[in-house]
């Protein structure tokens, strides 16, 4: 009788042991969210708990946060970013409205509710370049946050950077689960994504300190 018991209770370990192996292979889709992936085999990374924290906090993924914004002003999402702010956890996103104009919308990061909406007052030569840099790709910044997704991690920053080089290029943070935050760059017309140089990854953020 005991030797029945071990071996029923072997079996529903084993039966538990796959289910959970499973839910972790589903949830690490490359949908721009959910738990962090496991970590990329190289790459520039380095430790971040909070972004850690807001990663596995968010409900709403990166595309999901540009369909939502689309959906509140028509137009191309030049910028997402989640962050800790004021109202909790937000995504803010960045639209070239169809109306011509740039917008700013912020959003709930767990219900994707438009929390607020603003036009940006910046003189549009501040923004030529990027317009225009928009207005070539051939990708956007809900793909290019869906192809990262798929083997990097979750994603926490998507920008179309046209300050730094001599070509935009889409630039993508991504947090592993092992809390390491980890720089992409990806071409606007195609879509090839890349690791960014470990001296050009975090050059913004050091420069502020």
């Given at each position: ?163 730094h080089r001599a070509q935009a290029v889409w ?19 195609t879509g090839a994504l890349r690791t960014a ?13």
């Amino acid at each position: 009788m005991k030797r029945h018991l071990v071996i029923a209770t072997a079996a529903a370990a084993a039966v538990l042991t796959v289910g959970t192996v499973t839910a972790v292979a589903v949830s690490g889709g490359g949908s721009g969210g959910g738990a962090p992936a496991a970590a990329p085999a190289a790459g520039n990374g380095r430790q971040d708990t909070e972004d850690l924290r807001e990663a596995r906090a968010a409900r709403v993924t990166a595309p999901q946060a540009a369909a939502a914004a689309l959906k509140a002003v028509p137009g191309k999402v030049s910028g997402l970013d989640l962050d800790q702010d004021r109202p909790g956890l937000v995504w803010d996103v960045d639209v070239l409205g169809k109306d011509g104009r740039w917008h700013e919308i912020t959003l709930d990061a767990r219900t994707a509710r438009v929390l607020d909406q603003r036009i940006d007052q910046e003189d549009d030569d501040d923004h030529g370049q990027e317009r225009a840099a928009l207005d070539t790709a051939r990708t956007d910044a809900a793909g290019i946050a869906r192809t990262a997704a798929a083997g990097h991690g979750t994603v926490t920053s998507v920008e179309l950077d046209d300050d730094h080089r001599a070509q935009a290029v889409w630039e993508v943070e991504t947090i592993t689960e092992d809390g390491m935050e980890h720089k992409l760059l990806a071409d606007p017309r195609t879509g090839a994504l890349r690791t960014a140089p470990t001296h050009d990854a975090y050059d913004d953020e050091d420069g502020d300190d």
